[in-house]
């Protein structure tokens, strides 16, 4: 919804070209190409700093996007650091099958956890470059954003006292829970939605990787993934019911389903260890177009959420970022607002290629599960494609890696 402009009685307006919502890989990388340009702007933060730099999220980031981030100076931990994967491993029927996109691509993945890419856009940001970002902000609002001085006010966390910025461009990257998105009127963009109908158990493990590789297990009880995050630490994913109680999930009832869902004749068993994490995520997706509105323009989950079937939702969040924070400065410094213009469009076009593959995968994932044994059938006679044909097994891998996608 839209709020007027703010109240006579908050504090003195400060002046900003770019008032950044959300401290997470978007905000971060619009944040760090607008401050190399010399342009000045502030990110709002409702956590602290030490819990975006800790929370459990995606690990896996494409090619195409470390090369962005390499391009404006921001991968150099993550080049040294970084797991390579360029194989991953299906499990169904009782059997294993190594699917090497490597070698049908010459791409691989990197396997660098979300925290820890934050805690490097934060550094390169606030600590070397100097930039503005203020967390544990409250009641963030966004204001007269049809006109060419839009606002964002927020509450100051110690004092109450409201604090208002003044720019030119807001940037909503303050994903799916955040203010951005409901501050545009009903009606005035379309959202796509698309509910899946299935939960994921997401888990993290205090257990070394049971496999080189990422598992993806496809199994009459559910989908069940394995997906390493570091030596010690690994992510299991356990289809079940939406809107499940994690509680439902014992300790034993976990390990008992990972090992059924997993196993494969000669499979080594599971690393197993203490669960430090229990959430049930329901898999569902939306799309907003177009991904502005007035002078506020969407990035990452904000405009678009895509379920971690294709562990998709970081690498979209990226490319957003490098289309935003290189539009807003050529208009900056170059006055160009080709950029500007055709920004939503730029990025909806991988927004929608990465959700049609997305729900390619819950058709393979979830089928076997869905009791339509005609779907079981034919969700197996898919699987068995990948492993006949090099054709139809690098059409997959190019879309697995995103080098399918118009950058």
């Keep these: 919804m839209t709020h007027p402009s ?23 990388t619009v944040g760090n190409v607008l401050r190399a340009a010399g342009i000045d702007c502030v990110v709002l933060e409702t956590e602290s ?12 980031i494409e090619e195409w996007v470390v090369r962005g981030l390499r391009q404006r100076g921001l991968a150099d931990n993550l080049l040294n650091r970084a797991q390579l994967h360029s194989e991953c491993e299906f499990r169904f029927s009782g059997e294993r099958f190594r699917f090497d996109y490597g070698d049908l691509t010459g ?3 990197y396997v660098y956890p979300q925290p820890l890419l934050v805690t490097d856009l934060v550094r390169e940001y606030a600590d070397v470059r100097g930039g503005d970002i203020r967390f544990g902000v409250r009641d963030v609002t966004l204001h007269d ?29 303050d994903g799916a829970r955040g203010v951005s998105r409901d501050a545009i009127p009903a009606g005035r963009v379309r959202i796509g939605r698309q509910d899946y109908g299935v939960g994921w158990l997401a888990l993290l493990a205090e257990a070394p990787p049971s496999s080189d590789c990422v598992l993806f297990g496809v199994h009459p009880n559910g989908f069940a993934g394995h997906m390493a995050r570091s030596p010690e630490v690994t992510r299991y994913y356990l289809q079940c019911p939406p809107g499940d109680d994690p509680e439902n999930w014992t300790h034993d009832r976990v390990w008992t389903e990972l090992h059924e869902r997993l196993g494969a004749a000669g499979a080594p068993p599971l690393n197993e260890g203490r669960l430090i994490e229990k959430r049930v995520l329901d898999m569902h997706n939306y799309v907003v177009e177009p991904m502005m509105f007035g002078r506020l323009l969407l990035a990452g989950d904000a405009g678009h959420l895509t379920a971690p079937i294709a562990a998709k939702g970081m690498n979209l969040a990226l490319h957003d970022a490098f289309l935003l924070g ?3 400065t050529a208009h900056v410094v170059e006055g160009d607002d080709s950029g500007l213009d055709g920004y939503s469009h730029a990025c ?8 049609e593959f997305s729900q390619f995968l819950s058709g393979i994932y979830h089928g076997t599960s869905s009791g339509d044994p005609f779907l079981a059938g034919t969700t197996l006679a898919r699987m068995r494609r990948l492993f006949t044909s090099r054709a139809a097994a690098t059409a997959f891998a190019e879309q697995y890696l995103g080098s399918a996608a118009a950058f």
């Design 6 to 28: 703010p109240h006579s009685n908050s504090g003195p307006e400060e002046r900003r070209t770019v008032v950044v919502v959300g401290a997470g890989p978007a905000g971060l």
């Design 49 to 60: 700093r030490q819990f975006i730099e800790t929370r459990p999220r995606a690990g896996v």
């Design 107 to 109: 791409h691989h993945h």
């Design 145 to 173: 954003l049809e006109t060419d001085r839009p606002a964002v006010s927020y509450a100051d966390p110690e004092s109450g006292r409201r604090h208002v910025l003044r720019c030119e461009f807001v940037a909503g990257c």
């Design 326 to 328: 290189d539009a807003l």
């Design 348 to 355: 909806l076009r991988r927004v929608w290629d990465y959700q």
